[in-house]
């Protein structure tokens, strides 16, 4: 079983990709392809792994969700 660590007040968790496309409900392929054409929030890289800031994406989802609104 993961542990899962509390963040202290205005530090964002850091998502996967998949946490991200769990987020959207889009699926992981919908998400490369949106990454490729640089639609996406910018990634923090951490090594080789690839992390988006929560606050980023629940704000791009807000973007977006607006954008349909209007």
Known sequence: MH???????GIDRLLTMKE???LT????????EQK???KLPAAI????ARR???????????QHSAAKEA
């Open 25 to 32: 409900g889009m699926s992981l392929s919908w998400h490369y």
């Open 52 to 62: 988006y800031r929560e606050s980023d994406v629940l704000a791009w989802i807000q």
């Open 20 to 22: 991200f496309a769990q």
């Open 45 to 48: 890289c951490l090594g080789r």
């Open 3 to 9: 542990k899962v660590l509390k963040l202290p007040s």
């Open 36 to 38: 490729k054409q640089g």
